[in-house]
């Protein structure tokens, strides 16, 4: 018998919602859902792998709840919109759009977080927990090669 030391954990899930994206190197589970995912998601079920040894999580399921309308985005954080793109740059039709990316920090030119939004129709995002101070952001769609789109305009918001 042959043992790997080290081996790679790997990790795969089952009922992905649409609105989320899963990184198979940690295991992270994000999204934001649009109000048009309101309600209960179907069983979602992440597995970790190491080699011939796995181990699953119980079937679990996220409760999507809507927000209260009209009442503004919480002390530190910076609510982002934009046009689903319906071009490339060439003028051709867009295909294979999966979603964007939004870059941000405190320095214009340098910013330091990103944020993937899976999905080609999500058009807003919440960026939460922002320390006081400028922020920066850009958004960018990315298609299935993975490629990305030239940078939007830059939004500005201090906090």
């Given at each position: 018998m042959v043992t790997a030391k080290n081996a790679a954990v790997t990790f795969t899930i089952t009922g992905l919602p649409a609105w989320a994206t899963f990184n198979t190197t940690t295991g992270a589970l994000t999204g934001t859902p649009t109000v048009a995912e309101v309600g209960t998601s179907g069983e979602i079920t992440i597995t970790a792998s190491e080699g011939n040894n796995s181990a699953s999580t119980a079937p679990f399921t996220i409760d999507v709840q809507a927000a209260v309308a009209g009442s503004p985005p919480p002390a530190g954080a910076a609510t982002l919109s934009?046009?689903?793109?319906?071009?490339?740059?060439?003028?051709?039709?867009?295909?294979?759009?999966?979603?964007?990316?939004?870059?941000?920090?405190?320095?214009?030119?340098?910013?330091?977080?990103?944020?993937?939004?899976?999905?080609?129709?999500?058009?807003?995002?919440?960026?939460?927990?922002?320390?006081?101070?400028?922020?920066?952001?850009?958004?960018?769609?990315?298609?299935?090669?993975?490629?990305?789109?030239?940078?939007?305009?830059?939004?500005?918001?201090?906090?």
């Open positions: 934009w046009a689903a793109p319906t071009q490339n740059t060439d003028g051709s039709p867009i295909t294979g759009l999966a979603g964007y990316h939004i870059y941000y920090g405190t320095d214009e030119s340098a910013p330091s977080q990103t944020i993937t939004v899976a999905g080609a129709t999500a058009t807003t995002y919440v960026v939460q927990g922002l320390a006081p101070g400028t922020y920066y952001f850009t958004v960018v769609a990315y298609n299935t090669a993975g490629v990305d789109s030239p940078d939007s305009n830059v939004a500005v918001k201090t906090i």
